[in-house]
Structures are given as C-alpha cells and as structure tokens.
C-alpha cells in the first residue's frame, strides 16, 4: 500500500468515499445473513442500540444504499442498519478462500487500522467476515425503522442528494436571500447533504467561485438562479461524479474496499494545493488558503475574484 510522506489535513469522508466504500461492501453485505455479531466494545461515537448484535443475527441484508455521507444496510426484519464513518472508520472484507479486500493501512498514522481497533466483527452467513475498524471511534452504527428511514433522526433534516438532480434553480432555492459564505452554505447539510471540506473547495474553483461571497449572490432577485448558480451546481455534480468514477480521494489513503487505491488525489486542483499553479489554463494565479469556521480553504484568488 502507498504510503504519503508528509502529513496532510485531515478531512472526513465525504460523499465520494463512502460511495466507494458502498460498492466495495455491497457483494460482501447483499443477499447475505449475519450469522454473528460480536462487539467488543458498548459504543462507538455512540451507545450501540440495544440488543444491537440480537437484532442483527439471522438477518438478511436484502439492499445496502447511501445517503449522504451515511451507509443503510436494509435487513429482513423491517429495520435499517445505519453506518457512519466518522473521521476514520473503515471495513475489512475477509473472504472464505483467505483473500482479504481490504488490506487496510490507509492511513498515515500507524495505530490506526491496527486489530485493537477492530470494534464489531460481522460474520456473514457466506463465509465472509467485515470487521468495522475505527481508531478514533467518531463512526457510529444504528437500527431504525425501514418504514420511516426519510425521518429517521438521522435523516430528517438533511438536505438533498447532489448526485439527483442538483440544479442551479435548487441551488437558487436554497440560497435564497442567505448571507453565509458559500464555502458555509456548502457545508451545511441541511441544505445539500454528503459535501465536505474537499469537493466544496474543488468545486469553487471549477465554479470559478470566491469561497467568500454570499450564497444569496446566486440567486436574482425574483429567485431565479444566476449563471454563477448554473456553474456551481454542474461543477459539484461533475466534482462529484468524476470522485466517485475515480474511486474516492486517496488524500486520507481511503483505499477502495478491494484493496486497491483511489485515484482521484491527483485530480485535485486547489485542495492542499498552497502556493502551487493554477491549473486553469491562462490564469497565471496560485493557489491561496484562507480559514474560515476553522477549516482551510483554498481557493485561486485569481480566477476566483471576490465581485
Ligand atoms: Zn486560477
């Protein structure tokens, strides 16, 4: 496995990375009985649910989705299994024949991915075992109601899926008359749901966006979206959809489930790029980082003007 010299900024995983963790579970989980559940600790970020391990085996996982930066594993019995990552949770598929699909290791520092991080242990009734491993247990998993899982606490007041349909009249809808920055406006999950410090830098400068100006700017006074909405809703649709077709970032060495790593890393054109190029052809900038609410920005100050 690839390991990155220096240390970089460490960032959630975003929408991107747990789609490509999505797809690497998926033939492990779907069609599969957990035939044991072993917890070796009571919580992650939080309590399990009680009777967690019970209400998981002799289940069947008939279909495991995402929404948002969130895993739902729906099961036999009307219940959900949701799953978070946190800052660094991962899973290990161990297959019956000895072959692992995911080597683990993504990550700089050396405790982590380390078996005394291995905190729920699924047996599938294939063979298969997925180990949850969290080093710093900001992950959670949860059980609700399949019935009601759109308003689950978990869901009820998250914003919209940018992979189905964003446009830049929703965006104009949602900034409307908003004087918060759109690098905040971004961020904000009640409003559009699975972005993170990354994808809301990329798409930014794909957008050719000052991070600072205000999210109302977008929207024309009648609240119809102004060309700058159109861009920025395309450019986090493309952000994210070339992400998620390039396997995840690599930037946290968040591997594909199969092992192998992402690729998209060397897509990045301004995150954790301070003082390099601008990759805009014929901007001659470079790129610049700025805090705000604590978390760096970086942005091309060039082709991203303030106006
Ligand atoms: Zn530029």
Not at 104 to 131: C, I, N, R, W
Not at 164 to 177: E, K, W
Not at 255 to 264: E, I, K, L, Q
């Amino acid at each position: 496995m690839r390991r990155h010299a220096r240390k970089v900024a460490r960032e959630m995983p975003e929408l991107p990375e747990v789609e490509t963790v999505r797809r690497g579970l998926a033939p492990a989980l779907v069609g599969a009985r957990f035939s044991r559940v072993t917890l070796r600790r009571a919580n992650l970020r939080f309590p399990f649910p009680d009777r967690f391990a019970a209400r998981l085996e002799g289940r069947t996982v008939t279909d495991l989705a995402r929404r948002a930066k969130y895993l739902t594993a729906a099961l036999d019995s009307g219940e959900t299994l949701v799953m978070h990552l946190g800052m660094s949770g991962r899973f290990d598929v161990a297959l019956p024949d000895g072959s692992n699909l995911s080597p683990g290791d993504f990550y700089l520092e050396g405790a982590q991915g380390t078996p005394k991080h291995d905190h729920v242990v699924m047996a599938m009734s294939t063979g298969a075992t997925v180990t949850y491993n969290d080093a710093r247990r900001f992950g959670f998993m949860d059980l609700v109601p399949s019935a009601d899982l759109a308003g689950c606490r978990h869901f009820a007041r998250m914003g919209i899926e940018p992979l189905d349909g964003l446009t830049g009249a929703v965006i104009a809808q949602l900034f409307r008359h908003k004087i918060a920055p759109l690098k905040a406006a971004l961020l904000d999950q009640r409003l559009i749901a699975g972005l993170g410090n990354i994808y809301v830098c990329e798409a930014l400068h794909r957008a050719r966006l000052h991070p600072e100006a205000p999210a109302g700017s977008l929207v024309r006074p009648d609240g119809r979206p102004t060309p700058k909405a159109n861009a920025l809703a395309k450019a986090i649709v493309k952000v994210l959809q070339e992400a998620v077709e390039a396997g995840g970032s690599t930037l946290r060495d968040y591997a594909h489930t199969d092992g192998s790593a992402g690729a998209f890393q060397h897509a990045f054109r301004v995150y954790d790029r301070v003082g390099l190029s601008c990759s805009r052809p014929g901007c001659g900038g470079s790129i610049t980082r700025i805090v705000q609410a604590n978390r760096s920005t970086f942005f091309c100050a060039t082709c991203q003007p303030p106006d």
